[in-house]
């Protein structure tokens, strides 16, 4: 499977203010995928990024609060914008792992997570 | 709708015993996969297992053994002489073919006692 990695690993930051989530995987893959988990809660998938094309997002997430690049095959960043004590969460980065073109192997490895706490 | 429910919130055992971590899922599609992770403390999701829904064929993987029911919609995984490093939070989920999104349970938190 794909090593993924996440940068930062954990932050605390001020409400107001942003922070942008690294995920870099170590091979090329189509689908990307954001996911924030909540303290003591589920994985919910804030939105799916593929390569050239807008991120997609789930209901109740939307793009002005959680921007989303994928510049290339290998990478893509979620920016957590005018943040408020609500959004510390753990912020997880997901890949199918696939070659580009290549059939998917319809199974998702996940980054180690970001740990955000905003005061 | 789909629908993932891990009715177990919390699982204590003591060392070496066999734990049983149910999982019923709700879903119309005739196909469809099934997953299991697991989140120790540290965070990270650690991929477990997946499964479509044409096989029904149970299986074994060392201490760990997964049971497929399409009859009861069940998913159950069992983990036989559980060690403290067992200890974590462990997510079923599931997704449609092709679908991408994947439904998630609550996870059932596991903790093995010395």
């Known amino acids: 499977s794909a090593v993924i990695s996440q940068k930062p690993s954990r932050d605390i930051c001020q409400r107001g203010t942003s922070l942008t989530i690294q995920c870099q995987v170590d091979s090329q893959v189509t689908m990307m995928f954001w996911y924030r988990q909540q303290p003591g809660q589920s994985l919910t998938l804030i939105a799916t990024a593929n390569q050239g094309s807008e991120a997609t997002y789930e209901s109740g997430f939307v793009i002005d609060k959680f921007p989303i690049s994928r510049p290339n095959l290998t990478f893509s960043t979620l920016t957590v914008s005018n943040m408020s004590p609500e959004d510390s969460s753990i912020y997880l980065c997901s890949v199918d792992n696939v070659l580009a073109g290549l059939v998917s192997t319809d199974t998702q490895y996940f980054g180690p997570g970001t740990r955000l706490t905003v005061l | 709708a789909q629908k993932v429910t891990q009715a177990q919130t919390e699982i204590s055992v003591v060392e070496k015993e066999d734990v049983t971590l149910d999982c019923v899922y709700e879903?119309?599609?005739?196909?469809?996969?099934l997953f299991w992770y697991k989140q120790p403390p540290s965070g990270e999701l650690v991929f477990l297992i997946r499964r479509n829904s044409f096989d029904e064929q149970n299986e074994i993987s060392g201490r760990y053994s997964w049971n497929f029911q399409k009859s009861t919609s069940s998913f159950n995984f069992t983990i036989t002489a559980s060690q403290v490093v067992d200890s974590a939070v462990y997510f079923c989920a599931l997704s449609e073919a092709l679908a991408y999104k994947y439904i998630f349970g609550t996870g059932t938190r596991l903790k093995v006692l010395a």
């Open positions: 879903t119309r599609d005739t196909t469809y996969y």
